[in-house]
């Protein structure tokens, strides 16, 4: 199930559809590691990547690019 309703949805693409380039959805955002570290945990993580993919799916001009902690820019995930 995803974040964004039916008229949310339509709103966004309504949205990107004034836009006259490309949209880059960038965020930032740890590792995931299978160890429960106390203190390390991202309680928002996996729900801002959903979103996200969510909202650049709406629209060919969109893609989101996921950049982890120590990183170098440029070495994102994009999709």
Do not use: W
């Amino acid at each position: 199930m995803g974040f964004l309703s039916a008229d949310n949805q339509a709103e966004v693409k309504r949205l990107f559809e004034a836009l006259t380039g490309d949209v880059r959805l960038i965020y930032f955002t740890q590792r995931e590691s299978p160890l429960f570290i106390p203190g390390h945990e991202c309680e928002t993580c996996k729900d801002t990547r959903t979103l996200l993919e969510e909202v650049a799916a709406l629209s060919d001009q969109a893609r989101s690019a996921r950049f982890r902690s120590r990183e170098p820019i440029g070495a994102g995930v994009c999709h």
